[in-house]
């Protein structure tokens, strides 16, 4: 079975430039998540989807940060304009809708210089 | 206060030790209860779900204290390949399906 898929890999930018990071979840994967983990950290939620509907982004930072999720399956997270602190890995998880385990993906890592 | 606290570690023990260590959570009303594992530079990894009556699988023995509102693991005979990071991950409530990470506790085991 396929994995989680993001793109890309590793990212360099400069401050104040804009970013997106695209993620194919598991197929029939109802659930899909978007973690930020900095260097030391333990991963931060940042928005969780259900099919294509928002079911928590209280921790998004909606002036610079954004991501949608077209038709339930892939979702792109964009952060503009990004900040030095916004330098970490950006997780992307799935889950089938009534199940515990999530998949993560192998992750973008993210430097903003 | 932090939803998930985590002892930070790091935990540096021989070949055959048993290690432990422990995870609390703010939220009373929390559900469900995981142990992931990262390695390093990796994406987590579900290693074991924790149950009220506590559960073994294989050298893994992983306890939940709801009354204390925390969660242990528990290595013993340690490998060279248990060096990783484990994150304690909390479900929150009933139906959102919410999951909270806390830090990582370290595990670096040595020859």
């Known amino acids: 079975e396929a994995g989680v898929a993001q793109s890309p890999r590793y990212k360099i930018i400069e401050k104040r430039q804009s970013v997106a990071f695209w993620c194919n979840p598991i197929?029939?994967?109802?659930?899909l998540y978007w973690y930020q983990q900095i260097l030391g950290q333990g991963p931060k939620l940042l928005i969780q989807?259900?099919?294509?509907?928002?079911?928590?982004d209280s921790q998004l930072p909606k002036d610079r940060f954004s991501a949608e999720r077209l038709k339930g399956v892939d979702s792109t997270l964009k952060i503009q304009p990004a900040k030095l602190e916004d330098s970490a890995v950006y997780l992307c998880?799935?889950?089938?809708?009534?199940?515990?385990?999530?998949?993560f993906g192998q992750g973008t890592r993210l430097t903003v210089v | 206060r932090k939803e998930v606290e985590q002892d930070p570690g790091p935990f540096n023990v021989p070949e055959g030790a048993t290690v432990a260590f422990n995870c609390t959570y703010s939220?009373?009303?929390?559900?469900?209860f995981f142990w992931y594992r990262q390695d390093c530079r990796k994406e987590p990894k579900l290693l074991m779900s924790?149950?009220?009556s506590g559960n073994e699988d294989g050298r893994f023995t992983a306890q939940l204290n709801r009354a204390s509102q925390y969660i242990s693991l528990l290595i013993r005979d340690s490998k060279l390949s248990d060096s990783a990071t484990y994150l304690c991950?909390?479900?929150?409530?009933?139906?959102?399906?919410?999951?909270?990470f806390g830090a990582g506790t370290t595990v670096t085991v040595r020859a």
């Open positions: 924790v149950y009220s």
């Open positions: 197929s029939g994967h109802a659930t």
């Open positions: 998880a799935s889950r089938p809708l009534r199940a515990l385990e999530a998949f």
């Open positions: 991950v909390v479900k929150d409530s009933l139906g959102d399906y919410k999951l909270s």
């Open positions: 939220n009373s009303a929390s559900q469900s």
């Open positions: 989807f259900q099919n294509n509907g928002v079911v928590d």
